[in-house]
């Protein structure tokens, strides 16, 4: 959304390497991302995008495993949730009220996954990032999914590899369903997809 309709790619990017490096914070950056859409004067109606595969999730519900999308863009599967944290003026204007504030994340992804840690019968923990959003969360998963870009632009699998998070890159849903289902079932454990790396 910033690199078409706010600051652009370029802007994004020295952004993007600047939270790596730990410069600045998310909560920041994003902020200033969101701004930069707003000022141009998109609407948020404008910005959404679409974020679904119905055969994962059809085969998370099967096999009930609970799917909890946690994100700090404005895809429209989330929309419930962003419409408590977006303020809306009278003009085009929008801009982000954070969930976690006084985090560095703003939205701190870690905070939504760490309770599943604690429960009594605690379940595998997947989680599927694709930049720097996710960093908090990384380290928790017990599986976690780095999606690859095409360009090369891959924040998040340069962080785990720097941090040493074991991670399983991914191109898309449908061949991370393939993992998802070979270790729900028992024929490959996590610990062999991270050696393989790759859905």
């Given at each position: 959304?910033?690199?078409f309709l706010g600051y652009g790619k370029e802007k994004r990017r020295e952004g993007n390497l600047e939270i790596l490096a730990g410069r600045v914070t998310f909560r920041d950056a994003f902020r200033e991302m969101l701004e930069s859409v707003s000022k141009n004067g998109h609407s948020f109606e404008e910005c959404k995008q679409v974020l679904k595969d119905s055969a994962f999730f059809q085969y998370c519900k099967s096999q009930d495993i609970p799917v909890i999308i946690v994100s700090s863009g404005m895809?429209?599967?989330?929309?419930?949730?962003?419409?408590n944290l977006l303020k809306f003026t009278r003009t085009a204007r929008w801009n982000i009220k954070y969930r976690h504030p006084s985090s560095g994340y703003g939205h701190d992804k870690s905070q939504a996954i760490l309770p599943y840690r604690n429960l009594t019968n605690r379940p595998l923990l997947f989680f599927f990032g694709d930049g720097v959003s996710d960093l908090s969360a990384a380290?928790?998963?017990?599986?976690?999914?780095?999606?690859?870009?095409?360009?090369?632009?891959?924040?998040?699998?340069?962080?785990?590899?720097r941090e040493n998070i074991p991670h399983v890159l991914f191109p898309d849903f449908s061949r991370a369903l393939l993992?998802?289902?070979?270790?729900?079932?028992?024929t490959k454990t996590p610990e062999e997809w991270f050696g393989i790396g790759r859905a």
């Open positions: 959304m910033t690199d895809e429209p599967l989330i929309r419930a949730i962003l419409s380290k928790h998963a017990d599986v976690l999914f780095v999606k690859e870009k095409l360009d090369g632009e891959n924040d998040l699998a340069t962080y785990c590899t993992v998802v289902r070979s270790i729900v079932e028992g």
